[in-house]
Protein backbone atom coordinates (compact mmCIF):
# COMPACT_ATOMS: atom_id res chain seq x y z
CA UNK A 1 0.00 0.00 0.00
CA UNK A 2 1.67 3.50 -1.40
CA UNK A 3 0.94 6.32 1.27
CA UNK A 4 -0.77 8.93 -0.54
CA UNK A 5 -0.93 11.34 2.92
CA UNK A 6 2.20 12.68 2.77
CA UNK A 7 3.07 15.14 0.87
CA UNK A 8 6.60 15.63 -0.64
CA UNK A 9 8.39 19.22 -1.90
CA UNK A 10 12.14 17.85 -2.02
CA UNK A 11 14.66 15.89 -0.56
CA UNK A 12 17.72 16.89 1.27
CA UNK A 13 20.76 14.55 1.76
CA UNK A 14 23.67 15.17 4.09
CA UNK A 15 26.91 13.70 3.78
CA UNK A 16 27.95 11.28 6.56
CA UNK A 17 30.92 9.88 5.12
CA UNK A 18 34.38 10.30 7.03
CA UNK A 19 35.56 14.02 5.38
CA UNK A 20 32.39 16.09 5.84
CA UNK A 21 31.73 14.16 9.30
CA UNK A 22 35.29 15.56 10.61
CA UNK A 23 33.38 18.69 9.94
CA UNK A 24 30.96 18.47 12.03
CA UNK A 25 28.45 16.63 9.20
CA UNK A 26 26.55 15.29 11.25
CA UNK A 27 26.06 17.46 14.29
CA UNK A 28 24.63 19.58 11.59
CA UNK A 29 22.45 16.44 10.21
CA UNK A 30 20.72 15.48 13.55
CA UNK A 31 20.59 19.98 14.26
CA UNK A 32 18.47 19.87 10.68
CA UNK A 33 16.08 17.05 11.55
CA UNK A 34 15.32 18.71 14.98
CA UNK A 35 14.56 22.20 13.12
CA UNK A 36 12.47 19.94 10.28
CA UNK A 37 10.54 18.40 12.76
CA UNK A 38 9.98 21.11 15.59
CA UNK A 39 9.23 23.85 12.59
CA UNK A 40 6.96 21.32 11.17
CA UNK A 41 8.63 21.22 7.44
CA UNK A 42 9.15 17.10 7.74
CA UNK A 43 7.01 15.13 5.62
CA UNK A 44 5.00 13.21 8.54
CA UNK A 45 4.21 16.81 10.03
CA UNK A 46 0.96 18.28 9.24
CA UNK A 47 2.11 20.41 6.39
CA UNK A 48 5.19 19.70 6.47
CA UNK A 49 6.75 18.23 2.73
CA UNK A 50 10.15 17.84 3.26
CA UNK A 51 12.48 14.36 3.56
CA UNK A 52 16.00 14.37 4.42
CA UNK A 53 18.32 11.74 4.28
CA UNK A 54 22.00 10.35 5.11
CA UNK A 55 24.13 9.95 2.35
CA UNK A 56 27.24 8.60 1.43
CA UNK A 57 30.32 10.89 0.07
CA UNK A 58 28.93 13.42 -2.55
CA UNK A 59 31.97 13.52 -4.18
CA UNK A 60 32.90 17.18 -2.98
CA UNK A 61 35.29 16.11 0.27
CA UNK A 62 37.46 19.12 0.45
CA UNK A 63 34.46 21.40 1.13
CA UNK A 64 32.07 19.68 2.92
CA UNK A 65 29.96 19.29 4.90
CA UNK A 66 28.37 19.08 1.15
CA UNK A 67 24.33 18.70 1.28
CA UNK A 68 22.28 18.37 -1.69
CA UNK A 69 18.89 18.69 -2.75
CA UNK A 70 16.30 17.57 -5.35
CA UNK A 71 12.76 18.52 -6.14
CA UNK A 72 10.19 18.50 -9.00
CA UNK A 73 9.55 21.92 -10.53
CA UNK A 74 7.72 22.52 -13.39
CA UNK A 75 10.64 22.20 -15.64
CA UNK A 76 11.66 19.06 -14.69
CA UNK A 77 13.99 17.68 -11.55
CA UNK A 78 15.85 20.93 -10.25
CA UNK A 79 19.38 20.14 -8.20
CA UNK A 80 21.22 22.19 -5.62
CA UNK A 81 24.70 21.02 -4.40
CA UNK A 82 25.96 23.26 -1.63
CA UNK A 83 29.42 23.29 -0.10
CA UNK A 84 30.86 23.82 3.58
CA UNK A 85 27.19 24.23 4.41
CA UNK A 86 26.61 25.30 8.35
CA UNK A 87 23.03 25.20 10.29
CA UNK A 88 21.76 28.78 9.39
CA UNK A 89 22.70 27.63 5.48
CA UNK A 90 20.54 24.05 5.94
CA UNK A 91 17.39 25.56 7.22
CA UNK A 92 17.54 28.33 4.59
CA UNK A 93 17.76 26.18 1.64
CA UNK A 94 15.18 23.73 3.50
CA UNK A 95 12.81 26.37 3.92
CA UNK A 96 13.16 27.72 -0.01
CA UNK A 97 12.25 24.12 -1.06
CA UNK A 98 9.48 24.04 1.31
CA UNK A 99 8.00 27.22 0.26
CA UNK A 100 8.69 26.45 -3.54
CA UNK A 101 11.16 29.67 -3.63
CA UNK A 102 14.16 29.77 -5.59
CA UNK A 103 17.15 28.05 -4.28
CA UNK A 104 19.82 30.16 -2.11
CA UNK A 105 22.98 31.18 -4.56
CA UNK A 106 25.27 31.29 -0.94
CA UNK A 107 27.81 28.34 -1.48
CA UNK A 108 25.80 26.64 -4.08
CA UNK A 109 28.25 24.27 -6.72
CA UNK A 110 27.46 22.62 -9.96
CA UNK A 111 28.45 18.82 -9.45
S1 LIG B 1 33.06 13.01 2.42
FE1 LIG B 1 31.34 14.32 2.08
S2 LIG B 1 31.49 14.76 -0.03
FE2 LIG B 1 33.00 13.26 0.25
Known sequence: MTPTHFK???HLLVCQHVNCKARGSDLLYRALWNALDAQKLAYFKIGGSL????SGCLGACSAGPVLCVYR???GGLE???YAATDFPLALKVARAVHEGAELPDDRKYGP
Open 8 to 10: TSG
Open 51 to 54: RLTE
Open 72 to 74: QRA
Open 79 to 81: EGW
